[in-house]
């Protein structure tokens, strides 16, 4: 069996949350709601509880990958399988497609996020 090696980030060691929220450090979670149609290059998303996102974690949903882009404070998805502005099916070994722009996403499942930062 292969193994899996993780490597600690060196600045975080092992503090208790205590410590950590003395610093200014916090954890938020929460819902999105996707906006009415998505936009190339993710929907906006305010993240103004923080003053530097360290982290952002959106587990899939609904057939859809999520990815936060911290540069532009977006949510990007992604899908495989089906192109929804085309229905053309895509290869089963492709790689995951942003969702297309101006695809009505309101109907879509609310997802669960839990973010970190200072």
Same mark, same amino acid.
């Given at each position: 069996?292969?193994? @899996?090696? *993780?490597?600690?980030? /060196?600045?975080?060691? +092992?503090?208790?949350?205590?410590?950590?929220?003395?610093?200014?450090?916090?954890?938020?979670?929460?819902?999105?709601? @996707?906006? /009415?149609?998505?936009?190339?290059?993710?929907? &906006?998303? +305010?993240? &103004?509880? #923080?003053?530097?996102?360290? #982290?952002? &974690? *959106?587990?899939?949903?609904?057939?859809?990958?999520?990815?936060?882009?911290?540069?532009?404070?977006?949510?990007?998805?992604?899908?495989?399988?089906?192109? /929804?502005?085309?229905?053309?099916? @895509?290869?089963?070994?492709?790689? @995951?497609?942003?969702?297309?722009?101006?695809?009505?996403?309101? &109907?879509?499942?609310?997802?669960? #996020?839990?973010?970190?930062?200072?």
């Amino acid at each position: 069996m292969a193994a @899996l090696t *993780i490597t600690w980030d /060196s600045t975080q060691g +092992n503090k208790s949350m205590a410590a950590a929220q003395a610093r200014g450090f916090g954890i938020q979670a929460g819902t999105i709601a @996707l906006g /009415s149609t998505y936009a190339t290059g993710g929907l &906006s998303v +305010n993240m &103004s509880r #923080f003053a530097s996102v360290q #982290f952002v &974690s *959106i587990p899939p949903a609904s057939g859809l990958v999520f990815e936060y882009d911290y540069t532009n404070e977006k949510v990007r998805c992604f899908e495989a399988g089906t192109t /929804s502005a085309t229905n053309t099916v @895509l290869a089963a070994n492709s790689t @995951l497609q942003e969702v297309a722009s101006d695809i009505i996403v309101d &109907s879509w499942v609310a997802v669960r #996020f839990l973010a970190w930062g200072t």
